[in-house]
């Protein structure tokens, strides 16, 4: 059983409580999400149907699905659209937390490629987290450095 937690805060003379969902509803929340999301994949060659909701520290939502093309290497990932949906909508602020992903329709995890990887890795601190489902809403949760481990960034430049 979840049981979410409770949050008191006074201002003035009145105190208000409110409850904040517990990991487990977020996580429902977020599949159920990426389900809707999935149908507006544009995906009309490989049928695999891609959604990613990409999870701000201040709670701010972005999402990006696939979108691909007849000359394949024009295809979109779902995880590059969700980043440049944030970075066109707010600049490169940073504060990114997480991404969550879904993909194909069956029990299987969808995991990010090796391209979708390395932007990711270009804007995440070591706590971002990649939560990746299958259909049965099933999930793992991966950090940057297990996807990554030895990225190429900035500090490569240097």
């Known amino acids: 059983m979840c049981h979410s937690q409770l949050i008191f805060f006074r201002l003035k003379y009145t105190i208000f409580t409110f409850a904040l969902p517990c990991e487990s509803q977020l996580m429902t929340a977020y599949f159920s999400k990426l389900q809707d999301l999935q ?5 009309p060659y490989s049928k695999f149907q891609v959604a990613a909701i990409l999870v ?4 701010l939502e972005f999402t990006g699905v696939n979108v691909e093309n007849a000359s394949f290497a024009g295809t979109l990932c779902a995880e ?12 490169h602020q940073g504060g990114y937390q ?15 490629c090796g391209i979708c990887r390395q932007v ?10 990649v939560v990746v489902y299958n ?16 990225r190429f960034s900035d500090r490569s430049l240097d």
């Open 120 to 129: 990711i890795a270009e804007f995440v601190d070591d706590e971002f987290e």
């Open 80 to 91: 590059r659209s969700a980043f440049a949906s944030a970075v066109s909508k707010m600049g």
């Open 56 to 59: 701000m520290k201040n709670g």
């Open 135 to 150: 259909q049965n809403g099933d999930r793992r949760v991966f950090d940057i450095n297990e996807l990554m481990p030895h």
């Open 39 to 43: 149908e507006n994949a544009y995906a």
């Open 98 to 112: 997480a991404l969550h992903l879904l993909g194909g329709s069956s029990d299987n995890y969808c995991m990010p």
